[in-house]
């Protein structure tokens, strides 16, 4: 196809054009985006962002114009030049680890190197020896070893206990036996698996002497390091097109009685003893977990950044679609922005609020993490040098482990959810354009939904926020409550439960806190009552304890979103206007949370129906008046490169109607064939040899 006539290209969008919108837009609110911004990410971080930037988009390799146009095939084999040209710049430019992750976020998809880069080498410095960080690590840092992280099977996916690989210990040679016995023992989903990876960490049910002794990690090579073929007794191959994340080789893998080295099983915190053929217990058996435990921290982490690139592209292109008129406008001439309407608010700003509540929410999940790996590395150290660690390190280990476990397990399930939901309602909320891959939303939501079920799905990870939640709140009835914020709640509930909470919602943000921390506390004890007084089955009680998870994990994101908008880092840094803003922002989270949630609050006794009725029509409706005309600024805040967004309708200039005709007309392959349209022709385009009958 010719490119468009000289008269095409005179054309203009009508007036007013979304450049101006947008200028109009940002002049309407004083919201201190520059600061903001560095308060969200650090100047550092954004300075790298721009370098970042300026490096990739030179690079052909990482040209993005043709994407959305090609087949799974040709994107796979795409995706592993973008993820090799990647690590030569790594090397070449001697990026940090932080560097390599923040160059891989903005190129816009995974390769397949992704779980290679992160899960791969994340276990085998975790739960490695050094004698095995020497033998596996090294290489595998340097790209000599490309692995995966082989732990979900055909037949089992977040019961980890059920996985049905098998690894036998041998005696006589001091070796194991890698074995699937079924079908569905069968290694699935494992990205960077398919195509890619030449070992692999395999968790396996560890038989020693006859005895289970449960899943435990095995590094095994699966493909000849020369020839990159299947080793002998291995079955390996790509599972096939998926929703999304089709730049990404997931893989099936299945092993006929492999034998691997005594070294091959990951023996930090568990072992086989060589000399006497005996299973040797991890001082802490939850340890061997933590992999999965660092991913979920990240999941969270990261949730609200991806729910933050849908809501800056609705919020941008509903401040520049102009749709109908008001009908209470006085001047009926011009139509009004998308954005001005009520039910787009109502859609759209919560979400707003939630991405900077998630922001918040994650830093304190890393903090915790990294809390729990430094205490575990200090029992580790003390170990080593022969004095062991005392009762009460090991007890405070064990504490902020179990609570780091169920807060990554429900904060994962929240955040995802949020995250993956919030960006369908992003889409929806442009319009039919949203519909367009040139939104930039839609591809961006089928790559992120896998994470609503992987690393556990996310109905199925409640179970563990609730196992946790009972067993603090059997310990604070047996007058054994910790100093740990959950046996706090949970005490100060049983303390006033006869009075009623009486929180001023309205009015006084610790007391909208506080409401939250006394529903999580209501539905754990009346949880516990039906386990332990009125004996119902586990199984019968499993809503029951999601409704709890996602209490106690709503409640966890509000208080650390509260505590970041009244810490020193934000008042002391931020205007008046901007931090008044985020404390808007944190009200209508929270309000509007708590509207949606509303049986639950009455039931508990936190509210009453005059306050919900007054959230739902007055206080939710106002945080939107006085949210909306910092919108855009509050998303430009986020600082998203127009190259990393790769959306026509996101465009920080606001020229969407061009960039969005731009790409249909010059950018679309599709347009470069000529069809033969009639059913008496056999030939689908003209000029083109016609096909044998045989």
Not at 184 to 199: D, F
Not at 434 to 461: F, K, R, V
Request: glycine fraction near 6%; charged fraction near 20%; proline fraction near 4%.
């Amino acid at each position: 196809m010719s490119p468009p006539p000289a008269w095409v290209k005179a054309l203009k969008p009508a007036s007013p054009q979304g450049s101006e919108l947008l200028e109009q837009e940002r002049a309407q609110s004083n919201v201190a985006v520059d600061k903001l911004a560095e308060l969200l990410h650090t100047k550092d971080v954004l300075d790298r962002q721009d370098r970042l930037v300026a490096i990739l988009s030179s690079e052909k390799v990482f040209d993005k114009s043709q994407t959305h146009s090609l087949g799974r095939v040709e994107r796979l084999q795409r995706a592993l030049a973008k993820g090799k040209r990647l690590q030569q710049l790594a090397v070449q430019n001697k990026w940090s680890q932080e560097e390599f992750y923040a160059a891989a976020d903005l190129i816009g998809e995974p390769t397949p190197y992704g779980l290679h880069s992160t899960m791969f080498l994340v276990t085998l410095r975790e739960q490695g020896t050094p004698e095995q960080h020497k033998l596996f690590l090294e290489p595998a840092t340097n790209y000599k070893i490309i692995g995966c992280y082989a732990q979900t099977e055909l037949g089992h996916g977040s019961n980890v206990r059920g996985l049905e690989t098998t690894a036998t210990w041998n005696p006589d040679d001091k070796t194991f036996t890698i074995n699937s016995p079924s079908l569905t023992a069968s290694k699935w989903w494992i990205g960077s698996l398919g195509k890619v990876a030449n070992h692999a960490v395999v968790m396996a049910q560890l038989y020693v002497g006859g005895k289970n002794y449960g899943p435990h990690p095995f590094v095994v090579q699966i493909r000849d390091m020369e020839t990159h073929e299947p080793l002998e007794n291995v079955y390996v191959g790509d599972i096939g097109p998926k929703f999304g994340y089709n730049t990404m080789d997931n893989g099936f893998l299945l092993f006929n009685n492999v034998k691997v080295p005594h070294i091959s099983m990951l023996g930090r915190f568990a072992q086989v003893d060589k000399a006497t053929n005996k299973y040797v217990r991890p001082s802490m058996p939850t340890l061997i977990y933590g992999t999965m435990t660092w991913v979920r921290s990240n999941i969270v982490f990261q949730a609200g950044s991806v729910l933050a690139r849908g809501v800056t592209i609705a919020t941008r292109y509903c401040a520049v679609r102009r749709q109908f008129q008001d009908r209470d406008a006085t001047d009926q001439a011009s139509e009004t922005q998308v954005l001005n309407y009520k039910m787009v608010q109502i859609r759209l700003l919560p979400l707003l609020a939630a991405m900077y509540a998630l922001h918040f929410t994650g830093r304190g999940m890393m903090r915790l993490y990294q809390e729990n790996q430094s205490r575990m590395k200090a029992a580790a150290q003390a170990d080593q040098e022969k004095r062991g660690a005392g009762p009460e390190e090991l007890r405070a280990g064990a504490d902020l482990l179990a609570d780091l476990h169920a807060t990554s397990c429900g904060l994962k399930a929240l955040a995802s959810t949020t995250a993956g939901e919030g960006l369908e309602v992003c889409r929806r909320a442009c319009g039919g354009h949203g519909y367009s891959s040139y939104s930039g939303i839609g591809p961006w939501y089928a790559d992120y939904l896998p994470t609503l079920t992987w690393e556990g799905d996310n109905y199925m990870l409640t179970q563990q926020v609730a196992r946790y939640l009972l067993k603090a709140a059997r310990a604070v009835l047996a007058g054994k409550g910790t100093n740990s914020d959950t046996s706090k709640i949970l005490q100060f509930y049983l303390s006033r439960r006869e009075k009623g909470g009486s929180f001023d919602i309205l009015d006084t943000d610790s007391d909208i806190v506080a409401a939250f921390a006394w529903r999580t506390a209501h539905l754990t004890f009346e949880a516990l009552k039906h386990r332990d007084v009125g004996k119902r089955s586990w199984n019968s009680l499993l809503v029951n304890f999601w409704r709890l998870s996602t209490a106690h994990s709503q409640y966890l994101v509000v208080k650390n979103f509260y505590e970041a908008v009244n810490s020193p880092e934000i008042t002391g840094a931020l205007d008046k206007e901007t931090t008044t803003t985020l404390h808007n922002l944190f009200r209508l989270y929270a309000l509007h949370t708590l509207e949606q949630e509303a049986a639950e609050f009455f039931s508990s006794g936190a509210v009453t129906t005059h306050q919900i009725s007054l959230v739902q029509t007055k206080a939710v409706m106002k945080l939107l008046d006085n949210i909306r005309p910092h919108a855009v600024r509050l998303v430009d805040a986020w600082k998203f490169p127009d190259w990393q967004l790769d959306s026509s309708l996101g465009r920080y200039d606001g020229k969407v109607y061009e960039d969005l005709f731009r790409r249909a007309s010059e950018e679309n392959p599709v347009n470069d064939l000529v069809f033969d349209p009639y059913p008496w022709n056999a030939n689908v385009l003209k000029n083109q040899a016609p096909k044998s009958k045989l």
